[in-house]
């Protein structure tokens, strides 16, 4: 299984940015997928997760209103779409997936996830 993620990058506050995560040896509609994200200094934080069978999404209350997690089964592919970023969303982020059909309070959480992506930064700065 591997998790390939891209799209991050500097983007001035206010801006958007769309995280991408392709999947390869595991199929995303099934199981969970999440994006997390770690900031210097903290643990790993659940951003957005959904049980993909039955679209069943959490978002962090820090993102809701602001982040979309969607996916593509087509090309295997998660995305996070992040608009009105803050200084304070700068992080590296991950993708991550389980085969497991994850209960909602269990989503945020990055133990519950079997496979990782490689992190990709963003930076929201002036």
């Known amino acids: 299984v591997q998790l390939q993620a891209s799209g991050g990058g500097l983007v001035q506050p206010g801006g958007s940015l769309r995280l991408s995560c392709a999947a390869s040896?595991?199929?995303?509609?099934?199981?969970?997928i999440g994006w997390f994200r770690q900031a210097p200094g903290k643990e790993r934080e659940g951003v957005s997760c959904s049980r993909t069978r039955d679209g069943s999404t959490y978002y962090a209350d820090s993102v809701k209103g602001r982040f979309t997690i969607f996916r593509e089964n087509a090309k295997n592919t998660v995305y996070l779409q992040m608009n009105r970023l803050k200084p304070e969303d700068t992080a590296v982020y991950y993708c991550?997936?389980?085969?497991?059909?994850?209960?909602?309070?269990?989503?945020?959480?990055?133990?519950?996830?079997?496979?990782w992506g490689q992190g990709t930064q963003v930076t929201v700065s002036s």
């Open positions: 991550a997936a389980t085969w497991s059909r994850l209960i909602f309070s269990s989503m945020r959480h990055p133990s519950n996830y079997a496979f």
């Open positions: 040896g595991f199929s995303l509609a099934d199981g969970t």
